[in-house]
């Protein structure tokens, strides 16, 4: 037998005697007394051999017993009448926008589910920010968003115009679906509505909000991170990857609740399951202190009653999809089939109606029991929070959707339903308006607007609210990089190793350095960074508890309570999700940080491309460090390791900005642009760049290139001036740019051919030049045409162009449509990686010198300038293999 089975009582008069003294030290001695005797118990039974199976569960009961209930200061009828108003004006902005158009869309049955979670939150926990406190961070759901513009609708910081223009945005008045910073920057703070990201951020947003307090950076104010989640959610990997960080840390600062109301979009979450238990079981073991609010008020008479544990008994065997069922059923159906399948049970009921039983309610909708759950939460210390918190998906919403499968979709209400609705909730509305469905905002004067505003008042303000700016940083100059734009006067190092120096520099900043925030996954000696464990310190909240392996030596593991770098170990969303809060941190806590994420270039879009558009959304401010990148550049690790289009989704994010720069000074100009515009300008903009890790010389930087360096391209030398001679412009970048030079080099000494030479730092940055040129040129068609960048450098140089990259082709590819008279030939990486030298993998995808060259004679070729043959001699001579496979599809 399984020893987890339910098993008869065969000594009930045994089994009191052992309460009965539970009790009586509970009573006399306390639950820390108790919890001391029962784990005694347990271990005396293991030691001596039995099986004691490990649970991880409580019983399907509220955490706080009604006893222990801490009780609202508030006014619960006014709270009431508050909250059923913005259910409504939630209710009434989807329904009149999709009566609008039913193309608009938006949710009605996640909030209605909701609006009691929140509405305590905002009444009685969530504090607004004041110049003595930063505010507490609230991650709302994102699809509830039409209950929080409700409330916002409400406090007058929206106006009816506005939710009448609920997902109709164009014209400039309307409110976003969803959360997002990107579209209302002085409102929304964080993007959550991709599911799984909301968990995952609030996790290491309060570990930053830790790390910025232990180095002194902020004084501790006591802020909490509220993240509200549905239980649907959390099957993303995201919502419980990070949790058993945030117990290891002890985040108390942190405080989850999960909307349990058993639905997602589909269907039941669990149907065959109960959700509440399966997630109690994760963040008990995780280390979280774990608070279910499973039952309302009115069920607490019915528990006094039941004298033998029956209810509890029922309640334990029912699982969710029964649950929902009821739900979407009646008072009836429920004393059937919930009360009704013991005689006993039955009893326990047989004096209640069946509305009495309808009104039997879940522990989210009662206001009481939030409170309780969220008050405990507030003061638990050294472990972070959750509520489990059972509602009902569609609350209020009746026969239009409460309980029912459907409900996630419903964006459309008969006028029964909305007039039930209105009766449900009491909102002061006439029959003849009621077709209208109009927003409803009580006169100025009225009790409810009054204590409303008292409210907001004595929370220190409204939330959500966003900070756009904080103090400008004085960034160090160009001239502080003094290294790096001098050249390494023919010593051979990589971009990655240029990169590490400038951190370096900008580190020992007396002004910046000490807001820079250096975040890597397990991957700092693979950079050569593992000088900065020593130097900087790697945070860690406790400090170092043991003496490091490598402690005699110089560069020793160093764990610091007030070190600098952010160590995440294998795991780039969470890494990502730190670089994100410290991004943001300009925003959430009124300093600007300076985050350098290091990663390994192939790991990094692809594999958390959702978080970096989330980044894109937030506005954030840093620097993403690409390493070991480049297909052929990164050799022998093969298919999975080898980056040829981390560039190409780079472009993807609107406000990020991506370079593949070739040369240390290059690095330089473009980081200490990046400063400037991010940290001084404070512009929303952030910076993705690649590093290498092969080693040459680098050039001290030519005079006057910075301009061209960060539009994207500049002429890095030209080709030897005769007359006559054939001419061509080859574009080159990363590594790749230097097999273009080699290229050049050999197209002079073979054939007697000229070639200028540009470093194209950017083809993403010159597309985005090029089309706003051809933007401004479609609309204003009687004015001189202007020019983008690419035909600026290239208008007064003649011949036919050749970009060659270790990226796909169509990265440069991108500036196609700017050269539209001009021939252009692209090589580029396309195709999945494999191990070899970086020789041999630049001749397999056909972007080493050779093909340069002969891209470049085939190109003149084609306009004449030089005879066909000599194509054919060049493939001869550099002993390129005409009928070898096509690199792209083997
Ligand atoms: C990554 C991602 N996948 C899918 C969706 C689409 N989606 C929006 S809400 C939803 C269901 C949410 O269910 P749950 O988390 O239980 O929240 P509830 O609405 O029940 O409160 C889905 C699938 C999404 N927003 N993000
Ligand atoms: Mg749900």
Known sequence: MDMRDIVPDADPQETREWLEALESVLECEGPARANFLLEKLVDRARRSGAYIPYNANTAYMNTIPTSQEARSPGDAELEYKIRSLVRWNALAMVLRANKESSELGGHIASFASAATLYDIGFNHFFRGASPSFAGDLVYLQGHSAPGIYARAYLEGRITDDQLDHFRREVEGKGLPSYPHPWLMPEFWQFPTVSMGLGPLMAIYQARFMRYIKDRGIVQPQGRKVWAFMGDGEMDEPESLGAISLAGRERLDNLIFVVNCNLQRLDGPVRGNGKIIQEFEAHFRGAGWNVIKVIWGSYWDPLFMRDKSGILLKRMEECVDGDYQTFKSKDGA??????????????????????????????????????????????????????????????????????????????????????????????????????????????????????????????????????????????????????????????????????????????????????????????????????????????????????????????????????????????????????????????????????????????????????????????????????????????????????????????????????????????????????????YREQEDIFYYITVMNENYAHPAMPEGVEKGILKGMYLLSEGR???????????????????????????????????????????????????????????????????SHVEQCLKDRPGPVVAATDYMKIFAEQVRAFLPTRSYAVLGTDGFGRSDTRRQLRKFFEVDRHYVAVAALKALADADAVPRRKVAEAIGKYGIEADKPNPATV
């Not at 020992?508 to 996954?521: A, H, S």
């Not at 350098?596 to 558009?613: E, K, N, P, T």
């Open 333 to 678: 159906y429920v004393r059937k089939h919930f009360f009704g399948k013991y005689p006993e049970l039955a009893d326990l009921v047989a004096t209640m109606s069946d509305d009495d039983i309808w009104r039997l309610n879940r522990g989210g909708h009662d206001p009481h029991k939030i409170y309780a759950a969220y008050a405990a939460a507030m003061k638990h210390a050294g472990e972070p929070t959750v509520i489990l918190a059972k509602t009902i998906k569609g609350y209020g919403m009746g026969e239009a959707g409460e309980g029912q499968n459907i409900t996630h979709q419903q964006k459309k209400m008969g006028t029964t339903s909305i007039k039930a609705f209105r009766d449900r909730f009491a909102i002061p509305i006439p029959d003849e308006k009621l077709e209208e469905i109009p927003f409803y905002r009580p006169p100025e004067d009225s009790p409810e607007m009054r204590y409303f505003r008292e409210r907001t008042a004595a929370m220190g303000g409204s939330l959500p609210a966003r900070r756009r700016t904080a103090a400008p940083l004085e960034v160090p100059a160009l001239t502080a990089f003094e290294q790096q734009l001098k050249g390494t006067e023919g010593r051979e190092i990589s971009t990655t190793m240029a990169f590490v120096r400038i951190l370096s520099t900008i580190i020992r900043d007396k002004t910046v350095g000490r807001f820079v925030v250096p975040i890597v996954p397990d991957e700092s000696r693979t950079f050569g960074m593992e000088g900065m464990f020593r130097q900087l310190g790697i945070y860690s909240h406790v400090g170092q508890l043991y003496t490091p392996q490598d402690a005699d030596q110089l560069m020793f593991y160093k764990e610091d309570k007030n070190g600098q770098i952010l160590q995440e170990g294998i795991n780039e969303p969470g890494a990502m999700s730190s670089w994100i809060a410290a991004a943001t941190s300009y925003s959430t806590n009124g300093v600007s940080m300076i985050p350098f994420y290091i990663f390994y270039s192939m790991f990094g879009f692809q594999r958390v491309g959702d978080l970096a558009w989330a980044a894109g959304d937030m506005r954030a401010r840093g620097f993403l460090m690409g390493g070991t990148a480049g297909r052929t550049t990164l050799n022998g690790e093969g298919l999975q390791h080898e980056d040829g289009h981390s560039h190409v989704l780079a472009s993807t994010i609107p406000n990020c900005l991506s370079y593949d720069p070739t040369f240390a000074y290059e690095l330089a100009v473009i980081i200490q642009d990046g400063l400037r515009r991010m």
């Open 721 to 787: 001036a005769t007359k006559n001679q054939p001419r061509v412009q080859l574009l080159g970048s990363g590594t790749i740019l230097r097999e273009v030079i080699a290229g050049a080099q050999l197209l002079e000494k073979d054939f007697g051919i000229a070639a200028d030479i540009w470093s194209a730092t950017s083809f993403n940055q010159l597309r985005r030049d090029g089309l706003e040129t051809q933007r401004w040129n479609l609309l204003h068609p009687e004015q001189e045409p202007r020019l």
